[in-house]
């Protein structure tokens, strides 16, 4: 659980692995044109890699597990993390301290940015709502919260491509999604038996998955909206 491995696609080959962390990694994203990484821990820390030679360019303490990462720019210079200490922080991969901090209302389990750049939506376990932010304004303009919702320590909030939508699974097996522009909650009939961790977009928006912590998947389209 402490190592990064990079597959390629074509052929599914291990590419390489990337040693360094001493506890289990919980989240990578790639940035810089996919040339460099960055993964965060359950150690406390972020590393920084050189996808290429697969070397570890820099360590940072983050001073708290780290659930999720998020790249604001491609070229690194502005990294968000989220922790179990509450706090989202802001890096430069340059710097070894974070340049800004926002406390949220509960323990981080995971972020994800607008396609525009302009928003980061995070879930917080201990409150069971998600934060949707300004990254211009540096704060939360909306909170989305409902009757059943509850997180878990490995919930993934996501947005829609366009960014008209964000949705979460519910440990009770619903799915939650809301529209960004009202800032409304769309139903949506509940179809899994076991919590929901995760639920990923289609690139084109007109569809989503969803998984459940007993293995199974469903497939939703706009017209199940």
């Known amino acids: 659980h402490s190592a990064v491995r990079i597959w390629q696609i074509a052929g599914g080959q291990i590419r390489s692995t990337l040693m360094g962390h001493d506890n289990k990694i919980l989240t990578v994203k790639f940035y810089n044109h996919s040339q460099r990484a960055v993964s965060g821990s359950h150690d406390r820390t972020l590393r920084l890699w050189d996808v290429r030679t ?3 360019m820099r360590t940072i303490f983050a001073r708290s597990s780290c659930n ?3 790249v604001l720019s491609d070229s690194g210079t502005s990294i968000v993390s989220g922790h179990f200490d509450k ?3 802001f890096w430069d991969d340059r710097q070894d301290t974070s340049s800004y901090e926002m ?3 509960g323990r981080i389990t995971s972020i994800d940015l607008s ?4 928003y980061l939506v995070c879930s917080c376990k201990d409150t069971s709502a998600i934060k949707f932010i ?3 304004l540096n704060q939360a303009i909306a909170t989305f919260t409902a009757d059943g919702l509850r997180i878990g320590e490995q919930t993934r909030c996501s947005f829609s491509p366009d960014g008209q939508y964000v949705a979460v699974g519910s440990t009770d097996g619903h799915i939650y999604l809301w529209n960004t522009r009202t800032l409304k909650r769309e139903d949506i009939p509940k179809s899994h038996n076991s919590m929901v961790p995760a639920i990923r977009w289609h690139p084109f928006g007109q569809a989503f998955i969803s998984l459940e912590k007993s293995k199974r998947f469903f497939v939703w389209s ?3 909206l």
């Open 103 to 105: 406390l949220m209302d």
């Open 134 to 136: 300004d990254l211009k």
């Open 68 to 70: 999720d990462l998020a």
């Open 115 to 118: 396609s525009c750049g302009k």
């Open 222 to 224: 706009n017209t199940d």
């Open 87 to 89: 706090r989202l922080r």
């Open 54 to 56: 697969s070397k570890n």
